[in-house]
């Protein structure tokens, strides 16, 4: 009663010192985390499914009890985890509570540090359909948390507003003069965009609703205490979808092939993150905020999912700034941003794919991150040893509201969940995530620095309020403005022209220098490939060499295998031939013998006859010729020519024979022959005739023997010299002259 508070307001401030100072002032105060139970709606209720999955033991303790055919109770009964799990939290909100006490208990804390200069930031977590929208922005009937922050604000600005619109929010904790065509921009940016917003829209109504209600005074020094402050509310609406900004009070493109203007979130080199050229408007009433919040929910994506047909797939955010002006300087700038987070399901469960895959993929990164950040800060601080990374910058999200983590601010949580057994494994995942997030100590609080005013062209203001420290010439180091997030707009344009010129000086002094590097690699890259050139060349020439004498002696080789062949060849041949005049030597000696026999005989019957002519004055051959040719000439010349030719015949042949007979009887002993004559002589007339009758056969029967083809025997010496002649090298001249041929044609 003394600070002024009402009863609700005190309980606040009560509840927030027992947070910090109770328990001794020993216990650190942990970053406020609560728990917004869902009531069932009424297909809910109809479904008749398990309803004790949600069991609220205290205002601070929950219990979370598996259902039948959960995933949890599976594990459960294979031994893998518990069937039940016990979470505290800052505050527990049940199905009934109203949307004021949620406001009351929950956000008054945080408002009351935004009106009085800090930056403060609630986001809500949860799965799709669990109620996040409902807890920030209501409905028409029941507002949320949102347009209930903007009536308090307005009830605590009360007649102290700055209606001059020429102060505007700059970067993330200044203020820009603006001249008056800026202003007037301003007006014409906000007028179109209350032109396309309906008078009777949902959230207006909500305000009307609102606007209704009487407001309890928010801090004890009231702006009506003050004097001469005042105050300016800006405020932007912007979404995160799929790791892109979007500004959500930029009027959405007329054409659906054009595509909307993704937004960079800049550092401005202190660690201040903001959303570059990202729309602020300024806001006079509840109304005209309204206006804009419905104006941004329009824009918003959303997306259909199995699990709601009305989800939000992107995490809007709702930042309001406050300027409070004391003599028309500025003083102090606040932020406070409300951050409906898109549903924390995983993308199995809502049977996602293609674009809403990629939706789901980077809203679970972005919570992910946002864990991992969690988590990195409650390690860091239980383990004072340990200094984490905390993967800040990783996300757009927890890029942007990391100064609020690392104390330049207040960062809550309000975790909605809903009853319902069809989704309880995924409500156990966020109570876990919020069970870290409750054990994160927030940051010593960092008092932020005396905002600073720019001028329109972004130049800093020479006044009292500017901190020289802070001043725009060392504002960014060049390596900083070389970083990915560096907004160069920062620097003032001589700087700017300074900076560029000294970095194309830089530029070319690099260029050269690697140019005089490169040249310096290609010149030894040159020499260490002709090097290498030359002695594969090397290589070559003496492979060619040692291919060559291979190949040379492989042809002698060949050479001396086809001379062997044709060697064999002639061979083969001449013992072919061989074969072919071939008599048998047994064959050969009887007819040899065959051939003395008749000799003999022969030259018996000459000696025979030379006996037997001898002794009874037979006329000889040549005498009896005579005889008859005188006998003859009588009988006609044609007779007697005819008989005279053969007459001649006869004793040529005659003479012959008996040439014969004396050569082969030279041998014969005279002696024996006389007795043999003389033996034989009465015969030897007689005998004469016949005898050369059959000398005659006999000749002719010798003549007919050379003639005769023997009987020849194909085995036997000639099988048996070709046997023994055979070439050692018969065989595998066969084969050397196969592989030969084989590789010749290779
Ligand atoms: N505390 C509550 N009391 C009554 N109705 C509620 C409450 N919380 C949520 N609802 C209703 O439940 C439905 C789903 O809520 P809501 O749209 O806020 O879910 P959500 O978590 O924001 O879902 P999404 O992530 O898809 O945006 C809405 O019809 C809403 O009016």
Redesign the pocket.
């Known amino acids: 009663q003394v600070l002024g508070l009402s009863g609700t307001g005190l309980r606040t401030v009560l509840h927030l010192w027992f947070q910090t100072e109770v328990r001794g002032g020993t216990e650190q105060q942990t970053m406020r985390v609560y728990l917004?139970?869902?009531?069932f709606?009424k297909e809910e209720l109809c479904d008749h499914e398990d309803k004790g999955c949600v069991v609220i033991e205290n205002s601070q303790m929950v219990t979370l009890i598996a259902p039948k055919g959960s995933a949890t109770m599976k594990s459960s009964e294979r031994g893998i985890g518990l069937s039940l799990h016990k979470f505290s939290f800052s505050q527990i909100?049940g199905?009934e509570?109203k949307?004021v006490e949620l406001f009351e208990d929950a956000v008054k804390a945080q408002l009351c540090d935004f009106l009085d200069g800090k930056n403060a930031l609630i986001f809500?977590y949860?799965?799709?359909?669990?109620?996040?929208?409902?807890?920030?922005?209501g409905?028409p009937k029941?507002p949320g948390i949102l347009p209930r922050v903007l009536n308090a604000t307005f009830d605590h600005i009360g007649g102290h507003q700055y209606e001059g619109m020429d102060l505007k929010p700059y970067l993330r904790n200044d203020a820009q003069h603006l001249d008056p065509d800026q202003v007037k921009q301003e007006r014409s940016a906000k007028a179109s965009i209350f032109i396309s917003v309906k008078e009777d829209c949902d959230l207006l109504r909500a305000s009307g609703s609102l606007e209704s209600l009487p407001c309890t005074a928010m801090l004890a020094n009231s702006p009506t205490e003050a004097g001469s402050v005042q105050f300016a509310l800006w405020v932007a609406f912007f979404e995160i979808y799929n790791e892109c900004v979007y500004d959500l009070l930029q009027p959405s493109p007329c054409t659906k092939s054009k595509k909307r203007i993704a937004l960079r979130v800049c550092d401005d080199g202190s660690g201040n993150t903001y959303v570059k050229d990202l729309r602020w408007i300024n806001v006079q009433n509840l109304t005209e905020a309204c206006k804009l919040l419905q104006f941004g929910n329009k824009n918003r994506s959303?997306a259909a999912?199995k699990?709601?047909q009305?989800?939000?797939?992107s995490h809007s955010i709702f930042t309001m700034k406050l300027l409070k002006l004391n003599g028309g300087a500025v003083k102090k700038i606040s932020e406070f941003s409300l951050c409906?987070?898109?549903?924390s399901e995983r993308c199995n469960k809502t049977k996602t794919f293609g674009e809403r895959l990629k939706e789901a993929g980077n809203i679970n990164n972005s919570l992910l991150i946002l864990g991992k950040c969690i988590t990195a800060l409650r390690n860091n601080q239980t383990d004072r040893m340990k200094n984490s990374y905390i993967p800040f910058r990783e996300s757009k999200l927890t890029k942007l509201f990391q100064t609020v983590f690392l104390g330049k601010g207040r960062a809550s949580m309000i975790v909605?969940i809903?009853q319902c057994a069809s989704t309880y494994d995924e409500t156990l995942h966020v109570m876990k995530f919020s069970a870290v997030a409750k054990e994160v100590v927030p940051a010593k609080h960092l008092e932020s620095l005396a905002p600073c005013v720019v001028s329109s062209d972004g130049k800093p203001l020479q006044n009292e309020m500017i901190n020289n420290s802070q001043s725009m010439e060392n504002y960014l180091s060049e390596e900083e403005l070389l970083e990915e997030d560096a907004d160069m707009s920062l620097l003032p344009q001589n700087e700017l022209v300074n900076m560029i010129e000294s970095l194309r000086a830089k530029l070319l002094f690099e260029r050269r220098r690697n140019l005089v590097q490169e040249m310096e690699i290609r010149k030894e890259m040159g020499d260490a490939m002709i090097q290498q050139l030359m002695e594969s060349e090397e290589l070559r020439i003496q492979q060619i060499e040692e291919m060559k004498e291979s190949y040379q002696e492989k042809l002698e080789n060949t050479f001396e295998l086809y001379k062997d062949a044709i060697k064999e060849h002639a061979y083969q041949s001449a013992m072919n031939n061989l074969e072919d005049d071939y008599v048998p030597l047994d064959e050969f000696m009887a007819e040899q013998e065959k051939v003395e026999a008749l000799r003999r005989k022969v030259s018996e019957l000459e000696a025979l006859m030379s006996s037997t002519r001898g002794r009874s004055a037979i006329p000889s051959v040549h005498q009896s010729c005579q005889t008859l040719s005188t006998a003859t000439e009588a009988a006609g010349d044609e007779q007697y020519k005819r008989l005279y030719k053969e007459k001649c015949a006869m004793e040529r042949m005659c003479e012959d024979k008996q040439q014969v007979i004396r050569t082969r009887s030279e041998s014969c002993s005279s002696k024996n022959s006389d007795d043999q004559v003389r033996a034989a002589r009465p015969n030897c007339t007689l005998q004469s005739v016949e005898k050369d009758r059959e000398l005659a056969s006999l000749r002719a029967e010798l003549a007919k023997l050379p003639q005769k083809s023997p009987v020849k025997t194909k085995r036997g010496l000639l099988a048996n010299i070709r046997e023994a002649v055979t070439s050692p090298r018969k065989v595998s001249t066969g084969r050397i002259l196969r592989k030969t041929t084989r590789t010749a044609h290779h």
């Open positions: 917004r139970v869902r009531p709606s909100f199905a509570t949307q809500s949860g799965v799709t359909n669990a109620g996040k929208t409902f807890t920030i922005q409905t029941d959303a999912t699990m709601n009305s989800s939000s797939r409906d987070l898109a549903g909605n809903n």
